[in-house]
C-alpha cells in the first residue's frame, strides 16, 4: 500500500517550466513502477509519462515527448515530472500513479493520488 501526493502545480505562462513532484508514503516505493497522466476539463484521463521501478525504462506520450521529463529518487520516496517549453493545451490537473508494471493503462495502477492543477495562459 501506498499514499501518493503531488505538489508543484500552478500557473504558468507559455513557453515556461514546472517541475512536479509525487512524495509517496511506505516503505516499498522502489517496488512500483510510476506515471503522471493528466485530466483537462471536459476530456477523459490522458497518459503523460511512466518510468520503471529502477528508472532503467521510460515511455513518453508522443506530445509530450521531448519536453517533459519524468525522473525518481527511491531514497527520497520521490518521482518528478520536470516540463518545459509549456503549451496552454498543457492545461490540466496532473496525477501520479503507481503500479506493478510501466505501462500507459491507465488501469493497470493501484494508487493515485488526489492531482495538482497545472494552467497554462497563452
Known amino acids: 500500500q501506498v499514499q501518493l501526493v503531488e505538489s508543484g502545480g500552478g500557473l504558468v505562462q507559455a513557453g515556461g517550466s514546472l517541475r512536479l513532484s509525487c512524495a509517496a508514503s511506505?516503505?516499498?516505493?522502489?517496488?512500483?513502477?510510476m506515471s503522471w497522466f493528466r485530466q483537462a476539463l471536459g476530456k477523459e484521463r490522458e497518459f503523460v509519462a511512466t518510468i520503471s521501478t529502477s528508472a532503467d525504462y521510460t515511455y513518453y506520450a508522443d506530445s509530450m515527448k521531448g519536453r517533459f521529463t519524468i525522473s525518481r529518487e527511491n531514497a527520497k520516496n520521490t518521482v518528478y515530472l520536470q516540463m518545459n517549453s509549456l503549451k496552454p493545451e498543457d492545461t490540466a490537473i496532473y496525477y501520479c500513479?503507481?503500479?506493478?508494471?510501466?505501462?500507459?493503462?491507465?488501469?493497470?495502477?493501484?494508487?493515485w493520488g488526489q492531482g495538482t492543477q497545472v494552467t497554462v495562459s497563452s
Open positions: 511506505g516503505r516499498s516505493f522502489s517496488s512500483y513502477a
Open positions: 500513479a503507481a503500479g506493478r508494471i510501466a505501462t500507459a493503462q491507465a488501469r493497470a495502477y493501484d494508487y
